[in-house]
């Protein structure tokens, strides 16, 4: 063998000892979190779950159209004390399981009604200490709240206009004592 042979073999191995444990990693989540770790299966768990709350209609964008399950985990991730994101954990993991206990699929999977009968059935029960009420609170809580503040439900629902300018009408008549008069 003669060392250009020696050399390369030994380049295609460093190479691909070099490159063979990034293909190796555990999967990795979708969205890039700090403090909570997720898995991309967790990343689409809330994704459905926050469409279901505030589904896309026809005249209206829904949850994943507006990016709400990134504004919820992002509020979790930064804002949350380190207790009630431990909380959010478990109750995502409990919240799965109790789903596919009772109806042998999972929550992506299953159909919008039995994703619906479940919400209700939460909201039904509402114990306060049961990790997964609390979990589906804040879930509900960061959605409606990224919701409520997304440009599109500010611009087309709420008809806010951030300079009040455009409505201004300098001429009015005032009711008063001395009848109807224009200032």
């Known amino acids: 063998m003669n060392r250009r ?8 191995v460093s190479a691909g000892a070099t490159i063979i444990p990034s293909c190796i990693q555990p999967e990795k989540a979708l969205f890039p979190l700090k403090k909570i770790a997720l ?8 994704s459905v779950l926050t469409e279901t709350i505030i589904p896309r209609t026809a005249n209206f964008a829904g949850a994943n ?27 995502l993991r409990n919240f ?6 009772n109806s042998k699929s999972s929550f992506v999977s299953a159909g919008n009604n039995q994703r619906m009968e479940f919400l209700k059935e939460i909201e039904r029960t509402q114990d306060s200490q049961d990790d997964i ?4 609170r804040m879930v509900k809580q960061y959605t409606l709240q990224g919701f409520t503040s997304s ?15 455009s409505r201004f009408k300098g001429c ?12």
């Open 5 to 12: 042979a020696v050399i390369k073999h030994l380049v295609v």
């Open 39 to 46: 898995s991309s299966a967790d990343q689409d768990l809330i």
């Open 65 to 91: 159209d507006l990016k709400l399950h990134e504004f919820l985990l992002t509020m979790v991730d930064d804002c949350a004390k380190p207790a009630d994101q431990q909380t959010f954990l478990r109750g």
């Open 96 to 101: 799965e399981e109790k789903f596919k206990k």
């Open 133 to 136: 009420y609390k979990f589906y």
């Open 151 to 165: 440009k599109q439900y500010l611009t087309d629902i709420k008809k806010f206009s951030l300079v009040p300018g």
């Open 172 to 183: 009015v008549p005032i009711k008063g004592g001395a009848g109807n008069k224009k200032v």
